[in-house]
T-cell receptor, first 111, second 113 residues
């Protein structure tokens, strides 16, 4: 049972454009939503995270938008750069501390 | 600051051989520890997690086992590897309180021949 659905599976964006990745979840008990960035051959690195008591969190060029009623959240990468090319995973945290990951989005930013 | 180490980085093993992958965390105490497997181009599958020494929870029945002999050491093992055990194995740690981010090591690429 896939509890966190992530889309799109892959994304191509021109340099300077906005990259948008969407996630939807089912379990209303999730209360922490991190995004991870993974480069080939490396482990995922925490990028940004949000708790459901806020609707938006911004850190530099990265913004999470959170819609609690729709059970959806998204990552926006402003002014996308070739160095942002990576695989991005959304996740949702259970109260046990376990993370449920989305299937990942491979982002390619063209120069 | 906290750091997590995994080794080896790559490993090629024959079918039927044993396996031992090690993960250690520095700079923190009583962390929660996790083992994940990532198939090529796929998401992360949680295999085991531990909230303390000797405490192991298994998420997926399989050919692997995990142990936590020390507070900051997590070991993934197998007695006899299968072809299907190939993959990218990742260890992660999180503070031992709820809803804290997990931090990953750089993984072990395991190839079974």
């Amino acid at each position: 049972q896939q509890q966190v659905k992530q889309s799109p599976q892959s994304l191509i964006v021109q340099k300077g454009g906005i990259s948008i990745i969407n996630c939807a979840y089912e379990n209303t008990a999730f209360d922490y939503f991190p995004w991870y960035q993974q480069f080939p051959g490396k482990g995922p690195a925490l990028l940004i995270a949000i708790r459901p008591d806020v609707s938006e969190k911004k850190e530099g060029r990265f913004t999470i938008s959170f819609n609690k009623s729709a059970k959806q959240f998204s990552l926006h990468i402003m002014d996308s750069q070739p160095g942002d090319s990576a695989t991005y995973f959304c996740a949702a945290c259970e109260n046990t501390g376990k993370l449920i990951f989305g299937q990942g989005t491979t982002l390619q930013v063209k120069p | 600051s906290q750091t997590i180490h995994q080794w080896p980085a790559t490993l090629v093993q024959p079918v039927g051989s044993p396996l031992s992958l090690e993960c250690t965390v520095e700079g923190t105490s009583n962390p929660n520890l996790y083992w994940y497997r990532q198939a090529a181009g796929r998401g992360l599958q949680l295999l085991f997690y531990s909230v303390g020494i000797g405490q192991i929870s298994s998420e997926v029945p399989q050919n692997l086992s995990a142990s936590r002999p020390q507070d900051r050491q997590f070991i993934l093992s197998s007695k006899k590897l299968l072809l299907s055990d190939s993959g990218f194995y990742l260890c992660a740690w999180a503070p031992g309180v709820s809803n804290q981010p997990q931090h990953f090591g750089d993984g072990t690429r395991l190839s079974i021949l």
